[in-house]
Every structure is written in structure tokens, then in C-alpha cells.
């Protein structure tokens, strides 16, 4: 085929031929031309035409290329050779090198129209952008770098040059190469990033000298060391700020000045900054987006009085910025001047203890005890994390030359804050130190905020890192920092314990600071303390667990602890190998290592399927070692053993080599899975003598709390709990979080400062199982509240859930349970129950599904409670009937710790529904007629409005004349509820044309308010809503429980024999003096007294510091 050529490049100069399928061609083709099989493409300047079948022309021939799928005949050759006869055609054996969708011939070697070398290869297709060019072994490479320092500039430039070298082979071609500076901003003058081109040359033609050097250089510098010279007689072309050089493998007409920075075809790249320190990173990440770490931009300026340049002394790697150093003397067309570097240097020195606290700073240097050892050519650079732009990472905060110093003649030397140092630092740090790092260099090398560099690196420390601050991936990869566990009202350092060995973090421990003298490598002892062995036959609430005690200090750090699991169905071989860095026991002393589970949450989780703990028999052993001398596979051993447990079952015989090697005659600790009727656990009665097996028992487990030890004879059940009162504590508040992210939390409201370690929570599925249990701790709060839920919610909740993702509390439906006794007594998929049950509330998301039957055992047969969680509101109690009651909750903001928000006569509204032909005789002397709207009413405002609508919303209602108008005021705990309500219910009373009760059908009228005058004085008082009951204490909260014993018994039943007494005569006067109007309207019953018309002064109950209002 042949296609004339209309129209002209586009603003990059791209002109593009192709199917309508590619991205936008300038001029489409048909897709059944195609050179897939091979062919050629030729483009010509001439008004000849061609015709299908005419051979190959180089009559005004412009640029051709050719493509040969497989071998190519004699013919063919002949007929391509026209097009390009000094070159061979691009020959392709595997047709998916081109024939899939990513890759094209790109032009990459040659810039010459009809090339002399093979200038296309196979690359990923770059449609309309600069194509993807290979570099090449043999390729040249920035190599020097000498930028006019600030004090030298206008008028004096003369000395800045870039050099580039091609390994020393000389008179290297540099064909199809391009020179780019990039401006990525000036810090000087507002620390504004750019990122385009103001310089290019081509280098295409051009090639090094004999020795392999090529610089382009300031016309002011000597002419004989210049290979290109750049006219510098007004401006530098190296100018200061940010600036980037990168070499390309491409023409340079494909960066004119403005075109952005790309890292595609680039051969070598290095960015330089000069000035302040605010550099910005977006230049590095478009030049250098592969750089691992932050070791990314290099540094120049002002840190020489003379001259001075960026020398590659540190390798021939390209696009790494860490090969080059700043040296002292310039040398371009000559070997770079890196005499200072010197790969072999060995020295015995050691950084052997460090304490990088700003205020108690110091690094002690150890020379193996030779003493006296010169540290000449030495220094200390101290890292910290340092923000540049909107990036923190890791740079040089404090740079310590140590020449012309010495170990001292027990051979150690400190640098530190303390006068009594050997060298002293002073000042303050501008950041917190993170790790240190000692170096054969000079500090010329490590200007101010260096990035921190592996190069001559001797030794390095690294303590608290971030994971924004990643100082131990540049210079010990592989390794992590080592916490001191400061924090805790002990100052503490890391010290060098296990082995001599230089940039090994594992040989370093917490410890007592010893600036100068021995490292204080002793700890805290730490014993096994509880173990829980999950057996793959037992359907438990507790999951196996390792406990280990440091006898209640308190904070102690674990670094250099190793756990190892020994089985002993497979040879006594270890299991598992369980480092402990960089961990430490809580406040009260515990570490707890476990699986992911619902009834705890563990320090340290391991595993996630199938079991850890051998369940059989075996031992678990406790090291103070370093966790690399330790494999999966090793035999057991007892070198720097702390502390061991060996145990087996009732039907195993004694392990003979795991009691030899970790308890010599003792006895290995039987397990029995009988002994309680749930979970067990091994847990140790005396503290702490290590590899002592008389001190362990069997018990219930306790992760994380004092272990439940008893006298002799080991318990073979667990000691009976006798329930409390129900008015002790009870649920107040549910949030179901329905949302990825939980918030969710369960809030228990009660006496304050009551032990709750007996009691426990439950959850209920919809269909009545229980599907998790948590057992609670410590004591309520002194305002009254007790949290259980995500560790996301604020305040923080006493006890919270293991996991911070997912939701625990059935977003469908359910219960949620509060007992007395212990979680482990209701097992996985249990059904409801009521034993030793205090409170419980049953709810649904789905007004037409009910919930199992859970409502008849858990709330005493009180209608579930249907809870709209489309909005972020909570299940909040309002009312108090009695325990175990759903109709004492409604739906309301969440308060998570604080009073609940509950329906108020601030937000009321009085409102009417009239019935239009209604019996008003009738109805004041009907109760059930009045019931039955009022239900009939609830429904279809909740049905409007979805929020939670109860009959604890009406209160002061009266049946007016005329024939029969309802009135009753409408509470809402905000005005946004109050205006929901109202909508609502006005849109109930005009969708009810008529309503049918108790058999009966009623015509509605329209109206809802004024349907006739209002009235505050009741015609006809109905049923109460709400009764304050004789037995529930009015005013205060109830003292917390004594004991359970038959005095306090009998003390508490004559009380309330008196208290009876007292309150019936109290009734008598009351009436007598007519303070109360005692007549047929208000009555007392078994459940208290019920008022059918409001006493003077009563607004409101206040009950168990909650206030409540009554309903007439």
C-alpha cells in the first residue's frame, strides 16, 4: 500500500500513521494492511506514486526501516538493500515480540535517516511520548559534577563543567544520546518545584577522548580540559536550587526548553540541590522513582570554602545516587580524586552502647579491649528524621569528627552530652536521634541533613524508627531498630550482649545505662507463667496462649527472649521459634503470645490455623539469646535457657529427653482435659523461681490477669457464683456499627468502682446461638460506666474487642447478654439461656423477621426491639422498668461514657388525630379502645419515620369531646427528631382515611393540631404509661455487695419489712392531709403505684443516676 502524507506533526512533533483502533492517528489506514509477517515502511519527499507491486525505489528516499519475521531470502535482501544498504533489517524469530498489543520497533540507536546501524528494536509501545530506550553495558555515565558555589557566582563563573566517562575504554561513539538539565525549583526563592527542561544537547556524533572522559563545560573553563563548550559569559548553565542532569537515549528534539521530566529511555541521572535545605521531592520521583529508600538527592552548596565537586567514587552503577561523595578537588579529564576511600579499611572499633535521648544522649565506642586504639579518620553521624517539603525521612543531624582521639586503656571512648564524656557534645538537637552510624570518613562527606549512606559504613545502631522514617532499610537492610523502652520512669540504653560482629542489630539488647564501663547485659527475669493448650477435640471460648510474668515490674523490654515450641510426637524437634524483639510486658508485668481470637487479645499474635501449642505432649522453652541461633528443626538445648515447661497427657509416658535437658528430676506437668468442664489451663502458683515444675497448677484461664491458685487439693471445679442483684449494673447502650471500620461498643452502666471479673458478655446470632463471648475486667468507672468495644471509640473502652476491623455485634439481628460467672460455661453455637443472666436485650434490623425466640428466654417475652441501622445511632436505654425488659430502650445519638440522649418535654409537640364518628361516652370509659390507638398510633409514626418511635415518646395524654379527639405531647431528643416526628405522623393521620379498633371502623379527620381547642386539663385520664414502683429506689445508686451471707440476708429483710411498714402509713397521711388523691383513678398495685393524675411538683424520677420521666 501507499498513503499520501497531509497535515503536520503535532506540538511534540508526533505524526502518527495506523488503524482507527490505535490511540488517534493523524491519517487511519485499513486494519488488513498489517506488517506483522515482516516488510518494510519507507517514507519519501517526491510526486512519483506508487502502485501495488512495485518493487522497493530510493528515489527521493527519506527514512526507511525494515522488519523480517524469520529468515529472509535472497530476493528480498536485494529488494530491502535499496532501502537501507548500510544496514541490516530488524529480524524477529518470535512474532509476539510484536505481534501482541505492548510493544512496536522503536527507533533508539540512531538518528540518521537512512541509519548506518541498527537503530530499532523490539520496545513497549510510547504513542506519542518519548520511546522506551534500553541503556547499554557499555553506555557512559555521569561520572563528575562541578556546580559554581555561591559565594563564586555572577560574575565570576568559570568553574562548573559535567563529565562523563565511559569505564576508561575511550573513544566511545555516543550515538543517539541527548544531555537534559531539569529546574526542579529554587529553595532560595519560595521552594517552588517545577521539573522541566531548561538546557539539552545533543550528543549524537560526539565521543570521548582516549581515556574514555567527555565534558561539556563553561566557556570561562580551561579549553583544553572542555570537550563541549556551554556559553556561560552571562549565566551558568549549572544553576543552583534543585537541579537535575539526566542522560537519554533519544534525539534532542524530544526535549526542547519547558518539556517535563521522565524517567523513560533515561541512561543516568543525579539530582543536586544547593542552597537551604527545603528541597522538594517531586523532581526525585519523576527522574528516580525505582531509588529504594530516601537516598535520593545529593547535596552541594556552600560546604567548601574552595573548590570542590560530586565525584563517582563509590561504584559505576547508574540511577544511584549513593555512588557519589563530595570531595575537595576537582579533576575533570582525570581520575576522580577518592584517595579518601579506602573499601579495605578495617578497624576493631565498635559501637558497643547507645542512648539517643536528646537530653541523656551518648554512643560509647569499644575497641575489643586493646586499649589506647587510635580513632583517626573516624566519625559518628547521628540520624534523625528531618521534613523536607511535605516528606519526612531520615538525614544527618549531628556529624562528630573523631580524629586525633583515643580509646582509653580499658578501650572505650564516649561521645556524649555529659560533661564527664570523653568527647562532649553540646547544644541541643534540632530532631529526636533515631540510629547512629560510625564511618571511615571525613566529615566533608555529610554536610548538613545528608542523606544517610551504607558507603564506609564501619557500624551502625538503630533505635526508634517510624515506618515514615525507614533508617534501617539504608543501612542494615533486613534488620530492625531495637526500642531502649524508655517512657516508663527508667532510663534505659541498647547494649551490645550477643557477639562482636559489626552492623548486626541483634547483638543488641535493652539495659541500664553504663557510659564507659561493662554493658549491663543482666535483665529482669521473665518466667513462663500460663500456658493454654487449645485441643483440636474441645469446643473451648479460649484459644491457646503462651502468658509470660516478669513478677509485676511492669514494662520490662523482651529483646534477645526467644520462645521455642518443642513437639514431642515429632522427635522432641522444635516447632516453632518465637522472637520477642522490640516487645515488653505491660504495666501490671504480663505478655501474652496467641492466636487471633474473640475472648482476648494477645501482645503478640501468631498463627492464625490449625494449632501452635502441640496438644499432646511437649515443652516450651524461654531464652535470653540471640532468635538467629535458633531454627524450626533444631534439637532442644539448654543454652541461656531462662525458664522451660515440659508436660504430656494421662496416656503419655514422660518425655525422658525433654525432662533431661530442661528440668533434671522433675517431674514433666500432666495435663488432663477433663479437669474442668470447659477450658483449662497450666498455670503457675508461685512466683518466680524458673524451671521449677512443683509451682504449676491446673486452673481456668485468666490471659493477661493474676492466675486463679487455690490451696491444696487442686480444685476439680471452679467455685460456685452466686448472681448479684440486677440493679448493680445493666446494659445502657448499644452501638452496631455496620460500617468496615467498627465504632461499635456495648455500654454497661452501674455502681461505680464494682469488680466486674466475674462477670461476662454474650452475643446471640439471629437465629438464638451464641457466636462470641468476652469475659469482663477491672471496675466500673467512678462516673458509672463500663465500655466493652472497638479500641477506635472515645473514650477508650475498659475492655475492648480483639480486632479493630470487621463488626462483632450481628448488624442482622441478635442479643447481646450480660452474665455472672464465667465466659467459658456458654460455649460456641450454645442456645439462649437465662442462667445467671442480669441484663439482656433482644433486637432486629428487620421489623418483619423476628429474632430466634431469644426475646421469650433473654427479656422475659418483651417484643424485640427493632433498630434502624441506616443511621449512626445506638440501641440507648431510657426508661427503667426492670432488667431484661426491650421496651425500656429507643433509638438515639450515641453518647459512648456519658448520659444517655433520651426523649425530652424540651422538643414536644402537642398533638390531635380526631375520630370522626366516634362514641365519646364510650370511649372515656374504655381503656382497651384508648390502648389500642395509642398502639395503633406508635406503629405508624415509627413506620413514617423509622427512628425509634415507642410509647415512651407520648406522654399527658387526654380523649377530648368532640365527637373523639386524641391529644397527647410527643417527646424527641432533638429538634431534627421533634420535626421527623411530626412529619410523620402527620403523614400516618392523612394516609388513615379510617381506622379499625377493636373490631370497630373509624373515619379520621385530616387535622392535627387545633382539631379542637387544645386543653391541659384531662377529660378522661387513661392508662399510665410509665408506673413508679415501690420496690426500685427513687433517688441515689445502690452501694456495691457485701458478701453473700445469711446476717446480711436477714438484715436486708427486716429492712424492707420497716420499710414496707413505713411507706404504707406515710401512704395513710398522705391521704388523710389530701396531698395525694387517693380515688377510683389511681390505684396501687403489685408493681407499684400508679398515678392517673400528675402529683403536684413531679417532673421527673431520677433513678440510678439516670433521670426519667413519667408518663399519665
Not at 446471640?764 to 466493652?788: K, M, R
Not at 472497638?790 to 475492648?800: A, D, F, L, T
Not at 453455637?829 to 428466654?857: C, E, R, S, Y
Not at 433520651?902 to 370509659?925: E, G, I, V
Request: hydrophobic share 35%; with cysteine.
Amino acid at each position: 500500500m501507499s498513503q499520501n502524507l497531509t497535515g503536520q506533526t503535532d506540538r511534540h512533533g508526533y505524526f502518527i500513521v495506523g488503524h482507527a483502533s490505535r490511540p488517534a492517528p493523524d491519517i487511519t489506514i485499513p486494519i488488513r494492511y498489517s506488517l506483522r509477517n515482516g516488510g518494510a515502511v519507507a517514507i519519501y519527499e517526491t510526486y512519483q506514486s506508487f502502485a501495488v507491486g512495485d518493487i522497493p525505489t530510493s528515489v527521493g528516499l527519506m527514512s526507511a526501516v525494515v522488519h523480517v519475521l524469520g529468515s529472509l531470502s535472497d530476493a528480498a535482501a536485494e529488494n530491502f538493500n535499496i532501502l537501507t544498504p548500510e544496514s541490516s533489517p530488524v529480524i524477529q524469530t518470535d512474532p509476539s515480540d510484536l505481534t501482541g498489543i505492548r510493544y512496536a520497533l522503536s527507533r533508539c540507536f540512531n538518528s540518521s535517516l537512512r541509519v548506518t546501524r541498527e537503530a530499532f528494536h523490539p520496545r513497549l509501545k510510547t504513542t506519542r511520548s518519548l520511546n522506551d530506550c534500553p541503556s547499554l553495558q557499555d553506555d557512559v555515565y555521569i561520572n563528575e559534577v562541578e556546580v559554581t558555589k555561591p559565594q563564586n557566582f555572577i560574575p565570576f563563573v568559570k568553574d562548573e563543567f559535567i563529565e562523563l566517562y565511559d569505564g576508561g575504554r575511550g573513544n566511545t561513539t555516543l550515538q543517539y544520546l541527548t544531555l537534559v538539565l531539569f529546574d526542579g525549583g529554587v529553595p532560595f526563592f519560595g521552594g517552588f518545584s517545577r521539573d522541566v527542561a531548561f538546557y539539552s544537547l545533543s550528543l549524537d556524533g560526539m565521543k570521548t577522548n582516549a581515556d574514555g572522559y567527555f565534558v561539556i563545560g563553561s566557556s570561562k573553563l580551561n579549553q583544553s580540559l572542555v570537550d563541549y563548550q556551554v556559553d556561560t559569559s552571562i549565566t551558568p548553565f549549572l544553576q543552583l536550587g534543585i537541579v537535575g542532569i539526566a542522560l537519554y537515549r533519544a534525539p534532542v528534539g524530544a526535549f526542547p526548553i519547558g518539556a517535563n521530566a521522565t524517567s523513560t529511555s533515561l541512561v543516568d541521572a543525579m539530582i543536586y540541590v544547593t542552597g537551604r535545605q527545603e528541597a522538594q521531592h517531586s523532581l526525585v520521583d519523576k527522574l528516580l522513582p525505582d531509588v529504594v529508600g530516601s537516598g535520593m538527592v545529593i547535596e552541594t552548596g556552600s560546604w567548601l570554602e574552595g573548590h570542590g565537586s560530586i565525584s563517582r567514587c563509590l561504584g559505576n552503577e547508574r540511577l544511584n545516587p549513593l555512588v557519589y561523595i563530595l570531595t575537595e578537588t576537582v579533576t575533570p579529564r582525570k581520575s576522580n580524586n577518592c584517595s579518601y576511600i579506602t573499601p579495605n579499611f578495617e578497624t576493631d572499633v565498635r559501637i558497643n552502647e547507645v542512648n539517643l535521648d536528646r537530653d541523656s544522649f551518648f554512643v560509647e565506642l569499644f575497641d575489643l579491649g586493646a586499649g589506647n586504639t587510635s580513632l583517626d579518620t573516624l566519625i559518628l553521624v547521628l540520624y534523625g528524621p528531618v521534613l523536607f517539603g511535605s516528606k519526612e525521612e531520615p538525614r544527618s543531624i549531628l556529624v562528630v569528627d573523631l580524629h586525633g582521639e583515643r580509646t582509653n586503656a580499658d578501650g572505650y571512648f564516649v561521645v556524649g552530652s555529659a560533661s564527664s564524656s570523653d568527647k562532649q557534645i553540646t547544644g541541643n538537637f534540632r530532631d529526636a536521634a533515631t540510629g547512629v552510624g560510625l564511618y571511615h570518613a571525613r566529615v566533608t562527606q555529610f554536610p548538613g541533613s545528608s542523606l544517610p549512606s551504607p558507603q564506609n559504613l564501619i557500624d551502625a545502631v538503630i533505635g526508634n524508627e517510624t515506618s515514615s522514617n525507614p533508617l534501617a532499610g539504608v543501612l542494615l537492610p533486613g534488620q530492625a531498630g531495637v526500642s531502649d523502652g524508655d517512657g516508663e520512669g527508667l532510663e534505659r540504653s541498647v547494649s551490645r550482649c550477643f557477639g562482636r560482629l559489626p552492623l548486626d542489630m541483634f547483638a543488641f539488647i535493652p539495659s541500664l545505662p553504663t557510659p564507659g564501663t561493662r554493658n549491663n547485659c543482666s535483665r529482669q527475669l521473665v518466667v513462663i507463667n500460663e500456658i493454654n493448650i487449645n485441643h483440636e477435640n474441645l469446643a473451648v471460648a479460649y484459644q491457646e496462649f503462651i502468658e509470660l510474668y516478669d513478677g509485676g515490674v511492669g514494662h520490662t523490654p523482651l529483646t534477645g527472649t526467644v520462645v521455642v515450641i518443642y513437639n514431642g510426637d515429632r522427635q522432641n524437634l522444635a516447632a516453632t521459634v518465637i522472637p520477642l524483639n522490640n516487645t515488653q510486658t505491660n504495666a501490671n508485668g504480663y505478655f501474652v503470645i496467641g492466636r487471633p481470637n474473640n475472648n482476648f487479645t494477645a501482645d503478640l499474635q501468631i498463627g492464625v490455623f490449625g494449632q501452635i501449642i502441640p496438644d499432646n505432649k511437649g515443652a516450651i522453652a524461654l531464652y535470653h539469646d540471640d532468635s538467629r541461633n535458633y531454627e524450626v528443626g533444631m534439637q532442644p538445648t539448654n543454652t541461656r535457657l531462662q525458664d522451660a515447661v515440659v508436660y504430656g497427657s494421662q496416656d503419655t509416658t514422660p518425655n525422658a529427653q525433654l525432662i533431661d535437658v530442661f528440668i533434671r528430676g522433675q517431674m514433666q506437668i500432666v495435663e488432663d482435659q477433663g479437669f474442668l468442664n470447659g477450658d483449662e489451663s497450666i498455670v503457675r502458683c508461685e512466683c518466680c523461681q524458673a524451671l521449677n515444675m512443683s509451682v504449676y497448677k491446673q486452673s481456668y484461664p485468666t490471659p493477661g490477669r493474676v492466675n486463679p491458685c487455690v490451696p491444696q487439693p487442686i480444685i476439680t471445679t471452679r467455685p460456685p457464683l452466686t448472681p448479684p442483684s440486677s440493679d448493680e449494673v445493666f446494659i445502657n447502650e448499644i452501638a452496631i456499627e455496620t460500617h468496615f471500620f467498627t465504632k461499635e461498643y456495648i455500654e454497661l452502666k452501674g455502681t461505680p468502682s464494682l469488680a466486674l471479673d466475674n462477670y461476662f458478655i454474650v452475643l446471640y446470632n439471629t437465629e438464638g446461638l451464641a457466636y462470641f463471648t468476652i469475659q469482663l475486667e477491672n471496675t466500673i468507672g467512678p462516673d458509672g460506666y463500663f465500655l466493652i468495644g472497638s479500641p477506635n471509640i472515645s473514650p477508650p473502652p475498659h475492655v475492648r474487642f480483639p480486632f479493630t476491623i470487621g463488626s462483632y455485634i450481628d448488624e442482622k439481628g441478635g442479643a447481646v447478654a450480660l452474665y455472672y460467672g464465667y465466659a467459658s460455661d456458654i460455649a460456641k453455637d450454645a442456645g439462649a439461656t437465662d442462667k445467671n443472666l442480669i441484663d439482656a436485650v433482644v433486637f432486629t434490623a428487620n421489623a418483619d423477621m423476628p429474632v430466634g425466640g431469644q426475646a421469650d428466654v433473654l427479656t422475659k417475652g418483651s417484643e424485640q426491639f427493632y433498630a434502624d441501622l441506616q443511621r449512626e445511632e445506638s440501641i440507648t436505654r431510657c426508661y427503667w422498668q426492670s432488667s431484661r425488659n426491650n421496651k425500656d430502650f429507643t433509638q438515639s445519638d450515641r453518647t459512648p461514657g456519658n448520659s444517655n440522649n433520651c426523649p425530652s418535654r424540651d422538643f414536644k409537640r402537642t398533638l390531635q388525630m380526631k375520630l370522626t364518628d366516634a362514641d365519646f361516652d364510650l370511649w372515656q370509659n374504655n381503656d382497651e379502645l384508648l390502648t389500642s390507638l395509642r398502639q395503633i398510633i406508635i406503629d405508624g409514626v415509627n413506620d413514617k419515620c423509622k427512628c425509634g418511635f415507642t410509647y415512651h415518646y407520648i406522654v399527658g395524654e387526654v380523649l377530648l369531646e368532640g365527637s373523639v379527639v386524641y391529644q397527647a405531647d410527643f417527646l424527641a431528643f432533638n429538634t431534627n427528631q421533634s420535626s421527623l416526628i411530626y412529619t410523620s405522623f402527620a403523614e400516618f393521620v392523612s394516609d388513615s382515611k379510617t381506622l379499625v379498633i377493636n373490631g370497630h371502623t373509624y373515619q379520621v379527620d385530616k387535622c392535627v393540631e387545633e382539631c379542637v381547642p387544645m386543653t391541659t386539663v384531662p377529660a378522661k385520664t387513661p392508662t399510665p404509661v410509665l408506673s413508679a414502683t415501690t420496690k426500685n429506689t427513687l433517688n441515689g445508686t445502690r452501694k456495691g455487695r457485701s458478701g453473700n451471707n445469711t446476717g446480711t440476708a436477714v438484715g436486708v429483710t427486716i429492712g424492707l419489712i420497716l420499710f414496707i411498714i413505713i411507706g404504707v402509713v406515710l401512704v395513710f397521711i398522705l391521704i388523710r392531709k389530701r396531698i395525694i388523691c387517693y380515688n377510683k383513678d389511681t390505684r396501687l398495685t403489685e408493681e407499684g403505684v400508679e398515678y392517673s393524675v400528675k402529683p403536684e411538683g413531679l417532673d421527673a424520677l431520677e433513678f440510678r443516676n439516670n433521670t426519667y420521666e413519667p408518663s399519665y
